[in-house]
Nanobody, 123 residues
């Protein structure tokens, strides 16, 4: 019913930039927030950045000043501009969103995840 589809991953050299996108589709009534998580091999999945419907943003310390998250409410699309990439940023990046489906009254809020997109930063 709800799908999150990421794009923009790939191979980039250290110091380079990359822009990730995440498009939400389906029976969406409202979105409370959308965000990016990442998971490197052998590590847990951690929050990278997220943006609330109010526009308030939140960033993990390792990416502050380098990554910028933004959203297009009309397109239900999330973006993340990643600059000055480091090898430590190598991971699978997942889109996450808290979405209301089923109607304003009686609907349900659920967390949804995309399938992930690989970002590899070479040194």
């Amino acid at each position: 019913q709800v799908q999150l589809v990421e794009s923009g991953g790939g191979l980039v050299q250290a110091g380079g930039s990359r822009r990730l996108s995440c498009a939400a589709s389906g029976s969406i009534v409202s979105i409370e927030y959308m965000g990016w998580y990442r998971q490197a091999p052998g590590k847990q999945r951690d929050m990278v950045a997220r943006i609330a419907s109010s526009g308030i943003t939140e960033y993990a310390d390792p990416v502050k000043g380098r990554f910028t998250v933004s959203g297009d409410n009309d397109k239900k699309t999330l973006y993340m501009q990643m600059n000055d990439l480091e090898p430590e940023d190598t991971a699978v990046y997942y889109c996450n969103a808290r979405i209301l489906t089923g109607g304003v009254i009686g609907g349900r809020w659920n967390d949804y995840w995309g399938q992930g997109t690989q970002v590899t930063v070479s040194s």
